[in-house]
């Protein structure tokens, strides 16, 4: 509003993007004393339908009242200046064509659920806040929520009754702007942050004179003299001020042996204040500023390589070998591009994100470096957000969604693990991929971006060769490390000479208890939670499935139970068979629940730990485990793909990957990609630094390519075959895929409409090869039944812009039909 105030009385109306699925904005009328306020980008809450009110954003505003009907009022502006910038509008856009979505959903993903204030949020006190402590000012309703806040959280119509107000907001966002609330959505977690008590010296006793008299005073209390002369020894209160206001812990000045009674007179006579804070998961140490990056010298080629080619190449790939030491060229990296002023993103896989690296970056870069997790609350995310629009946080280091902060001058980008396929977002749309989508935020920022990984995806090795991206190669591991010697363990041949012991390989239980001996570590890798994939009875072949999918339940011993890994279902195991009342069920094929309790067995003296979604869901465990292994208190370290990403251990001496044969006869065009990005991945958890390590590979088939290439390190033998193969068959890196997936509770209605879908394709669109309707391999999932649809594209020729919104076109006929009714569409572009 640069016009000044003189036009308080122009009617304004702002297009809203809500985080609904409905591509369109909404026309509301801005009340005229908000005229002054109102911007582009800013949140506004509003009502939607009848009774719901949300939380959107302005994207435009303007004089034209909509045709037709009566807009509705901004209930309330939640920003003093806008949250989403203008370049985040532009990637929300890009995202919305690409993946064929709408924008609000592109919100609804990008804005964390603390920015979004509506019906369905809930309230709590904020952790670190205390009524009786606090000096702000409060309204008697503020008040009464408060008090009743002590109790319990309460939702938006909880607020709304107990204050008899039919619009809270602006009694919340009062109470979230004092810091005495937070928000939140009642599907997360509760926001439980860890609070500490810290003391500091009260204000009136900071001055050198103060000081003296004090200690005259306490010249007859020993005790408390004590523990003011240890609070002085530790923080400087005259030198730095500032450093007084954040005292220290409480716990720390006591220990060892100072009197906590002592303390409380201290404070209850003014002398020291206490108080609380919340503490950051990693800790709030500042950067150390001593630390310095040795690079090798082969470090220091690639790093001075990589310079040289963002000369001419916006973006490249960095293929370094796992223990190759990426981490410390990007340091450098990032220092380098803090230090130009830019922001800088390095982007994890979600598991690949925990405190090992986090805290080595933390040591480097301090508080400028904020960490986007989604095990985090929605109250940290809002934090982390409001740092990067602030400037606060320059560096974030984050899992794919944090490619949606609102950067404004962003300078490098790093993609690392790029090839993990948990950069894609699979459910619900935006079906994104953080690794593409990072090319463009990177594009859009003219920021460079870096893609790493020890075993680059095909579609991002095809690009660098192309010289599309540049390309760089770190093939030796760090200091003296080897890589690891492989082993292939021939199943078929131990079934037939009788030597397997279970599912498990002489050559395997060897080398376990060869490195048991040494006292080293050993992971095995058995890519299947739960105890065993099928129950199966041994007189009839009845196998229990689910009664939703279809699917067979895997057994888990741990909890009693058969599970559907699709849609939770669970039974208890039956005592005999319901076909023929057999009681002989066995369980068959080993998941890492049965893998570790037969370890234990064999291995009686070793302490064996498990590590998958069943043994981390609290939010805790995945970093114990972790930190158990690392201190040598775990010997065998067991679990599903968690152990193959990031992780770096220095005893971990054998590898033993449980059995090969699934990954690699998987039927899918990516399974051997997959596969030997796995098998490479995990090997790679072998003998780094000086341990030189070993991987044994269980597999009945040892004469197969694949494993032929990955025992003898032959990268290029594999990226070239698989190339080859591709090319052969049309697949990606040289086309281009979209899936489209046809979901009803009714098989038959399923079909028909797939099969009417496809045709409208197939008559309309002739410049793609169009697949199906077929099957997916798992039919039906919660009581849907699935169809799926696939289209090949040239990689060129075909304007893909025209060819989305014409399949967009054929998919709202065919959803809309009357034929169908609950029908559901799913496009997926670039399916993984
Ligand atoms: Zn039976
Ligand atoms: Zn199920």
Redesign the pocket.
């Known amino acids: 509003m640069d016009e000044g105030t003189g036009h308080h009385r122009i009617t304004l109306f702002a297009e809203l993007l809500l985080p609904v699925p409905i591509p369109r904005l909404y026309t509301y009328r801005v009340p005229f004393e908000m005229n002054d306020r109102v911007m582009k980008g800013q949140r506004a809450i509003v009502q939607f339908g009848d009774r719901k009110i949300i939380t959107g954003v302005i994207m435009n505003l303007h004089e034209q009242p909509p045709k037709g009907h009566e807009a509705k009022y901004l209930l309330e502006l939640l920003d003093e200046l806008p949250v989403v910038t203008d370049v985040q509008v532009k990637l929300y856009e890009w995202i919305r064509d690409y993946y064929m979505c709408t924008l609000g959903e592109v919100l609804n993903a990008g804005l964390p659920s603390g920015l979004k204030l509506g019906s369905e949020s809930r309230v709590q006190l904020h952790p670190a806040f205390d009524l009786e402590e606090s000096t702000q000012p409060f309204s008697d309703k503020e008040l009464i929520l408060l008090k009743n806040l002590e109790h319990d959280s309460l939702d938006y119509s909880g607020v709304s009754k107990l204050l008899g107000v039919r619009h809270p907001y602006s009694i919340l966002k009062s109470l979230v702007a004092k810091e005495a609330v937070i928000l939140y959505e009642e599907i997360r977690e509760k926001y439980k942050p860890r609070t500490e008590a810290r003391v500091r010296l009260a204000a009136t006793h900071t001055s050198h004179e103060a000081l003296e008299s004090l200690f005259e005073t306490l010249s007859s209390k020993p005790k408390q003299e004590e523990i003011l002369l240890r609070y002085l020894q530790s923080v400087s209160v005259l030198a730095d001020p500032e450093s007084n206001h954040h005292g220290m812990s409480k716990k720390l000045l006591l220990e060892p042996d100072l009197s906590e009674s002592s303390l409380n007179t201290l404070v209850k006579h003014g002398v020291l204040e206490l108080f609380h804070t919340i503490v950051s998961r990693f800790g709030d140490t500042p950067a150390d500023s001593g630390y310095v990056v040795q690079l090798s010298e082969a470090q220091q080629v690639a790093t001075h390589n990589i310079v040289e080619q963002f000369q001419t190449k916006p973006a490249l790939l960095f293929h370094g070998v796992t223990g190759s030491g990426k981490t410390e060229i990007y340091i450098h990296l990032i220092k380098q591009a803090l230090e130009g002023g830019s922001q800088v993103l390095y982007l994890l896989p979600e598991i690949a994100l925990t405190t090992q690296i986090v805290q080595r970056l933390k040591k480097v870069f301090g508080i400028s470096m904020g960490v986007y997790h989604s095990r985090f609350s929605d109250n940290e995310r809002v934090e982390i957000w409001r740092g990067v629009l602030n400037g606060t946080l320059k560096f974030i280091i984050g899992v794919r969604s944090s490619i949606f902060l609102p950067f404004d001058n962003l300078g490098l980008v790093i993609v690392d693990e790029e090839h993990d396929a948990s950069y894609k977002q699979q459910e619900p749309a935006p079906r994104y991929n953080a690794r593409d989508v990072a090319l463009v935020l990177g594009q859009l920022h003219f920021a460079k971006v870096i893609l790493g990984s020890a075993t680059p995806s095909l579609e991002s090795f095809f690009q660098a060769k192309q010289g599309k991206y540049g390309y760089i190669a770190l093939s030796q591991r760090y200091g003296e490390a080897q890589m690891p010697q492989i082993v292939l363990a021939d199943m078929h041949e131990a079934r037939i000479k009788k030597t397997i012991n279970g599912e498990f390989s002489q050559v395997l239980l060897r080398h376990i208890a060869e490195a048991l001996d040494r006292k080293e570590q050993v992971i095995v890798f058995q890519n299947r939670r739960g105890y065993s994939p099928m129950v199966n009875c041994e007189d009839c072949g009845w196998v229990p499935k689910?009664i939703?999918?279809a699917?067979s339940l895997t057994y888990h011993q741990y909890r009693h139970a058969m599970i559907?890994h699709?849609?939770g279902?669970r039974e208890t195991l039956p005592e005999k068979c319901p076909s023929c009342s057999s009681t002989r069920l066995k369980t068959v094929g080993y998941g890492t629940e049965k893998l570790e309790e037969e370890l234990a067995l064999k291995f009686p003296d070793a302490i064996v730990q498990r590590m998958d979604l069943d043994t981390t869901r609290n939010k805790t465990a995945y970093e114990l485990i972790i930190d158990r292994f690392e201190k040598g208190e775990t010997n065998i370290l067991v679990g599903t793909q968690m152990v193959t990403k990031g992780l770096d251990f220095d005893s971990v001496s054998l590898v033993g990957i449980f059995n090969a044969d699934r990954m690699i006869h998987f039927p899918d065009f990516r399974s051997y990609e997959r596969a030997f990005q796995l098998i490479t991945q995990v090997s790679g958890r072998a003998g780094r630094r000086s341990t030189p390590g070993k991987v044994v590979i269980q597999t009945s088939s040892v004469e197969h390519p694949l494993l032929q290439m990955v025992l003898h390190h032959d990268e290029a033998a594999f990226y070239g075959s698989q190339l080859e193969d591709r090319r052969a068959h049309g697949y990606p890196p040289f086309s281009r895929l979209i899936e489209i997936t046809i979901k009803h509770s009714d098989k038959s209605v399923c079909r028909n409409a797939a099969q009417e879908l496809f045709d409208r394709i197939k008559q309309s669109v002739t410049t793609v090869r169009v697949m199906g309707p077929g099957e997916p391999m798992i039919a039906r999932?919660?009581n849907q039944y699935l169809m799926n649809i696939l289209i090949k594209i040239p990689r060129s020729g075909v304007p893909l812009d025209e060819l989305k919104n014409h399949l967009q076109q054929i998919i709202s006929i065919v959803s809309q039909s009357k034929t169908y009714k609950n029908l559901r569409i799913i496009p997926d572009v670039d399916p993984v």
Do not use: D, F
């Open positions: 689910c939703n999918c699917v559907c699709y849609c279902y999932v919660r």
